[in-house]
């Protein structure tokens, strides 16, 4: 028996409703489920533009309710572990 699945929510991350399909296989299969195909499609992502040191701790202040000195901290700790390139300055 050879069955379709089709959804438009793009990948699943829902726990249960893996679950629910595994379960609609295995119920339907006498001799076990073989994947015949897969298919994917390709998908690319912008980088995002670096922020100056300004418009990262406006960023910090307004998403995360982080002060400007402790944002710079986080910066610096993050560039110190290797985790984050050297923050841009300000060439005005």
Not at 20 to 44: H, K
Not at 55 to 75: F, Y
Not at 78 to 86: D, F, P, V
Request: charged letters at 25%; proline letters at 5%; glycine letters at 4%.
């Amino acid at each position: 028996q050879l069955m379709h699945f089709a959804w438009s929510r793009g990948r699943l991350f829902d726990r249960l409703a893996v679950l629910a399909l595994y379960e609609l296989c295995v119920e339907n299969s006498d001799n076990g489920v073989t994947v015949t195909n897969v298919l994917e499609e390709p998908r690319t992502r912008w980088r995002p533009l670096p922020l100056n040191t300004i418009e990262m701790t406006k960023l910090a202040a307004n998403r995360l309710h982080m002060a400007p000195s402790r944002c710079m901290q986080v910066a610096e700790d993050l560039y110190q572990r290797g985790y984050a390139s050297y923050p841009r300055t300000e060439t005005d």
